[in-house]
């Protein structure tokens, strides 16, 4: 357990699906060589099968107490890095025809016409209190700050075993094939030790990440995630305790043939609960509340936090 903890709130609701987080994070810390195809940070559309493609199939995390080491997923489930044939220009194209990528799905839905449904899920490193990559690297080059809780990679240390990329149940340490090292999302602990908050957070335009310490109660994160209880973590049953909070979707409703809305709403809450378990119904029925008070002219602490600029405290 560190002292502090830096945490995250994604608010899914706000998502452009703009990806600006993940240029703003490319520009800053994936410019060598063997880090063309990583993300640190990416955004998905849900439902899918994310990046690296399947990645909740292929395990890690605890499991009775001990470290469940998953599978390897292989570079053709990141996608192969692009090669662009110059030659044809102005018509440039790949060499090869890529197979799979970031956001491979980008705004591929589910459901039926006219009820079809989708939404962004932007995932950078959980930063868990309990994280499986530190406990899996038997060089322990994993390791947690105990001032802030940012998991961090001692690059003088990491022999690229990859146990951590088997270990983490959401596949974000990714694996240098130049360096032979390891490479994760660092939460820009360079920004934050100058009290600027990470890249992503501070370039999103739709304003839907919240930054800073849980403990913190004057901080929108503590707020969301402590008083108001609406930021639930991805895949709680993995047991690993992300410190990436979620507020979840809310769902349009369905409409009939004539366009009509009716009380359902498109996206299955099963679907929701799969992601972030079932305290996600408690959790949507007080955002829907919160949120029809607010359109009477009700004052709404939580709906004023959800649309505040005073968006992270560090």
């Known amino acids: 357990m560190s002292k502090r903890q830096l945490a995250m709130v994604i608010d899914i609701n706000k998502c452009l699906g703009c990806h600006t987080c993940t240029i703003a994070d490319k520009n800053m810390w994936l410019r060598g060589e063997g880090q063309e195809y990583m993300c640190w940070n990416n955004v998905e559309t849900r439902p899918g099968k994310g990046f690296p493609a399947n990645w909740e199939r292929l395990g890690g995390g605890w499991k009775d107490g001990e470290i469940h ?10 996608g192969i ?5 110059w030659e044809q220009l102005p018509h440039i194209a790949p060499q ?24 962004y899920l932007a995932r950078p490193c959980n930063h868990c209190t309990k994280p499986a990559c530190v406990a899996a690297c038997p060089r322990k080059a ?47 602990f360079p920004r934050v030790e100058q009290g600027v908050p990470p890249a992503c957070v501070g370039q999103c335009p739709g304003r839907i990440r919240f930054f800073g310490y849980l403990d913190d109660r004057e901080g929108p994160v503590y707020k969301l995630v402590k008083e108001f209880q609406v930021a639930l973590p991805l895949h709680p049953e993995l047991v690993t305790e992300p410190n990436v909070y979620y507020i979840p979707p809310l769902s349009p409703p369905r409409v009939d043939a004539q366009g009509r809305p009716g009380g359902e709403g498109r996206i299955p809450v099963e679907y929701l609960e799969s992601l ?39």
């Open 276 to 314: 972030f378990g079932p305290q996600v119904r408690q959790v949507l029925s007080r955002l829907e509340a919160e949120l029809a008070a607010a359109r009477l002219g009700k004052p709404s602490e939580l709906v004023a936090t959800l649309i505040s600029n005073h968006r992270w405290r560090i």
């Open 69 to 78: 080491l998953g599978k390897l997923p292989a570079l053709e489930d990141y």
């Open 142 to 188: 994993v390791y947690k700050r105990d001032e802030d809780g940012i998991v961090l990679i001692d690059q003088e240390r990491c022999r690229g075993y990859r146990y951590c990329v088997r270990a983490c149940p959401y596949k974000k340490p990714y694996f240098n094939a130049i360096r032979y090292k390891s490479e994760k999302c660092i939460f820009c």
């Open 96 to 119: 090869v025809a890529p197979t799979w990528g970031p956001n491979w799905e980008e705004d591929v839905g589910a459901g039926d016409y006219p009820n079809v449904w989708y939404f």
């Open 81 to 85: 890095p692009w090669s662009w044939d």
